[in-house]
């Protein structure tokens, strides 16, 4: 176990022990009122308690003042009730606006079919919101006719509508077209099935943990779920069961037609953009009131093999928590941002200005240990070799391309990461420009776990996407560096990338940290400032016996 152990992460939500996976109930901010001044982020998450496998699942349950630092809570709800015996399954709560909680969760019955569940906090005037009451009356829904008993999951958080009712969105599936569900509720008891979906998209599969959510065309700040105006566009994500990716699409919102139409049809929902293009799945955002913002929660499996975690004792990570926000510039993208939080973390820093990093060459960066790190970087790239190279037609993409080895005019180029010093294990995350026959250029951005370590039964994908950049800006990148997991951000968080990688020499202090350039022809420029990174406290709530 101990020589496992250096995989564990220093500052990603994780359970001590055992399995763990969808993120639920999205998190809110509860504030009880002067004499109970406390406001806490919840976080609920799908547990499997017994193993650090899958197995029936229960709902883990943790707070936090700052979404950084943890204190792990009794589970929330158990497999107790015929209507979800064989799983408490994901679900999502809505704050009303009298301050109360309901939650709706998917329960897998005695039978394996799928029904949705009410519950909510038995005491609303406990911060912590450690009891919780499933509905006696339960199942409050079962799946409709010309639906599957096993297609029937994951209800979202409800908005209103604006004759007043509440509106909640299910994914499913008609043969092989994904597709989201319509209810309107009151009481969150009785459900009216509305006609049609939300979406459809033929060859999608299964829609799992679909969300769906306002973003502000004129505002830097998040919306909450029921605001619709002339202001917002709409965001529908679907997680899709086949391919275990989480896809997103700008659109709008027809409230009257209980329609979603996106922007761009070839980017329709499960078969254009994706949040992350790494490991990175059923992921949940949910409005924080306290800030302003709309948060992204995810869950980011193992890529190991299912030995490893028996013998290390657990299983995934949870991102951090990203912040949300419509893509002014490209209109097409969504932001993502790690939350401002986590520069909390932060310690001693270095900086490096205008480092030249020579076509075929590899610079150290002499920051000590590597295992833990915030990093900032922004390249520039040799112009008179942009214009230089020759165009053509060859295609590029990151998973099939070669990886970082393949040279090109104009790379790839970037950072290696998590790396020995002899590079005998190293994770490159990088930008590769290929330049068209038409002159124009495209930028991909990638991450190639290919040499990322010496063990042979990890997954050594290489993940990556095109990633828009427009005229006048840099190329920029933020890494967060937490022993077995890689989150990066290119253009400002408009293409994310998160790998999950074993070394077995690059650990503890033999980790480091390099550009590289492997174009043939341009030279690049490089500044960063990297920062060391603190570890967060996520431990068990103290003294929780002790609650008067
Ligand atoms: N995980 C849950 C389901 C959901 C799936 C069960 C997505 O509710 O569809 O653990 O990972």
């Known amino acids: 176990n101990s020589m496992l152990s250096w995989q564990r992460t220093s500052f990603h939500f994780q359970p001590e022990m055992n399995w763990m996976n969808d993120p639920n109930g999205k998190s809110h901010l509860f504030s009880f009122g002067p004499l109970f001044y406390k406001g806490w982020y919840h976080f609920f998450y799908q547990y499997n308690p017994l193993a650090a496998v899958y197995g029936k699942i229960v709902w883990g349950h943790a707070v936090s003042k700052d979404l950084i630092h943890w204190l792990h809570l009794p589970l929330a709800m158990v497999a107790d009730q015929t209507y979800d015996t064989n799983g408490v399954w994901t679900g999502s709560a809505t704050l009303l606006p009298d301050g109360k909680i309901v939650m709706l969760y998917t329960g897998s019955d005695t039978e394996s079919v799928q029904v949705q569940n009410l519950a909510y906090p038995a005491n609303h005037s406990d911060p912590l919101l450690i009891n919780w009451v499933k509905y006696d009356a339960n199942p409050v829904l079962v799946p409709p006719p010309g639906i599957l008993s096993k297609d029937f999951r994951d209800p979202t958080t409800a908005w209103l509508t604006s004759e007043g009712k509440w509106r909640i969105t299910i994914g499913s599936k008609i043969n092989k077209t994904g597709i989201a569900l319509v209810y309107d509720t009151k009481d969150f ?47 529908m994500k679907v997680s899709l069961d086949d391919d275990r990716h ?143 190279a020759t165009g053509s037609n060859v295609t590029f993409s990151c998973s099939s391309s070669g990886g970082a080895v393949h040279r090109g005019a104009l790379g790839p180029f970037g950072l290696l990461v998590l790396a020995d010093d002899r590079l005998s294990e190293q994770t490159p995350v990088y930008f590769y420009i290929a330049k068209g026959s038409d002159g124009n250029l495209k930028t991909f951005f990638c991450n190639d776990q290919s040499r990322s370590s010496e063990a042979s039964d990890v997954n050594k994908e290489i993940y990556g996407s095109m990633v828009p950049v427009l005229k006048g800006e840099n190329l920029s990148l933020r890494v967060l560096v937490d022993h077995s997991i890689i989150e990066s951000f290119a253009q400002g968080g408009r293409t994310v990338i998160t790998s999950r990688v074993y070394p077995t020499k690059a650990i503890y202090g033999a980790a480091k940290l390099f550009l590289f350039n492997n174009a043939t022809e341009a030279g690049v420029g490089a500044s960063l400032r990297i920062w060391q990174m603190n570890s967060a406290f996520i431990r068990p709530y103290p003294n929780l016996d002790d609650k008067s």
């Open 189 to 235: 008891i009785n459900y009216e099935k509305l006609d049609g979906y939300l979406r459809a998209v033929d060859g999608t599969g299964m829609w799992e943990c679909v969300d769906f959510f306002p973003v502000s065309k004129t505002e830097e700040k998040g919306l909450d779920t029921s605001v619709n105006s002339l202001d917002v566009k709409h965001v």
């Open 246 to 388: 989480d896809y997103y699409t700008i659109g709008t919102y027809h409230e009257k037609n209980v329609t979603f139409i996106p922007d761009d049809t070839e980017l329709d929902v499960g078969i254009g953009l994706r949040y992350d293009y790494g490991v990175y799945y059923a992921a949940k955002t949910f409005y924080d009131q306290n800030k302003n913002r709309r948060v992204l929660w995810g869950w980011i499996g193992e890529s190991d093999s299912e030995a490893a975690d028996v013998q290390k004792g657990w299983a995934s990570v949870q991102s951090i928590p990203r912040m949300i926000l419509l893509d002014k510039k490209t209109d097409t993208h969504l932001l993502q941002w790690p939350v401002e939080e986590i520069d909390s973390l932060r310690l001693n820093s270095y900086e490096f200005n205008h480092v030249t990093v020579q076509a075929g060459s590899v610079v150290p960066l002499d920051i000590g240990a590597a295992t833990q790190l915030d990093i900032m970087a922004e390249f520039e790239i040799d112009k008179e070799a942009l214009e230089k």
